[in-house]
């Protein structure tokens, strides 16, 4: 039934995953450091992992996943680290263009990313036109992406409309991800307990979980715990 190798945990149920599930991949600096290796090293092993567990969610199933790739804060990080991380993200997405196509799996972005390295909007540009008759399955990389950013462009767009918004749900098809339901669970790793500007719109009724593993070292067994962790919460959405 899976490509992979991974054996799924008995006490998951794979008729109820969420439909999307997005993280906060948080701790790869952190992960370098305690092995002695440069910051951009653990960028590059928490690449090797974002490949992993997408291949994983999948395998799983499920239809939508959201990666917290760069945020509109971390262009405050040194510039060694920021040109890293935008290098490790090009050549992932350079290399891994067809496995998508193969899957069936469409690439869309959350966040300004033309403001990026003009190599990296070339390989961002590429990979979303050449993957978007796919529907198998949806990657939404949030790269350059800013929660309040976010709602702020929202804003001015509905202002530009001059059309009064009449509810929620316009509002939320003025932002990035229109196409794409709200994120039902959203994982951060790496122990901190904050969201850090991070689909603040979209994850008014999501569930959370919070890993003290580090992004590089959250591995298939890790996620399905955290499904688990997922299936055993009641949803009540302010009912009762
Ligand atoms: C939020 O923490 C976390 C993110 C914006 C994710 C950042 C992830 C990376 C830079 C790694 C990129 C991943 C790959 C696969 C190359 P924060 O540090 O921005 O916010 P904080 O200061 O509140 O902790």
Redesign the pocket.
């Known amino acids: 039934m899976f490509a992979g190798k991974i054996k799924i945990n008995k006490h998951l149920d794979l008729s109820r995953l969420p439909a999307h599930i997005a993280i ?3 701790g ?1 600096g952190r992960w370098a450091t305690r092995r002695g290796l440069p910051r951009n090293m653990g ?1 590059k092993a ?2 090797e992992n ?1 490949k992993r567990i997408v291949q994983h969610i999948y395998d799983l199933g499920i239809k939508y996943a959201t ?5 509109t ?2 262009w405050k990080r040194p510039k060694e680290e920021i040109d890293g ?1 935008f290098s ?2 090009r050549d ?1 997405l350079d290399e891994d263009g067809d496995s998508f196509l193969e899957r069936g799996a469409r690439v869309v972005v959350s966040g300004d990313y033309t403001k990026l390295p003009s190599d990296l909007v070339d390989s961002i540009s590429r990979i979303v036109e050449k993957t978007k008759n796919c529907d198998k399955f949806t990657l939404n990389l949030a790269i350059n992406y800013g929660g309040r950013d976010e709602i702020l462009r929202g804003v001015n767009k509905a202002i530009e409309s001059g059309e009064k918004l009449e509810s929620v749900d316009d509002f939320s098809k003025l932002l990035y991800s229109s196409e794409l339901p709200d994120p039902d669970f959203i994982i951060r790793t790496s122990g ?1 307990m ?1 969201i ?1 500007n ?1 689909m603040l719109w979209q994850m008014a009724y999501s569930e959370f979980y919070f890993t003290k593993t580090y ?1 590089p070292s959250f591995s298939e067994k890790d996620l399905q715990l955290a499904l688990i962790d997922f299936q055993r919460r009641k949803r009540r959405y302010g009912s009762i």
């Open positions: 906060i991949m948080d790869n960028h928490g690449c974002l990666f917290y790739t760069f945020s804060e971390n991380i490790i993200v992932y901190e904050r850090s991070f992004w």
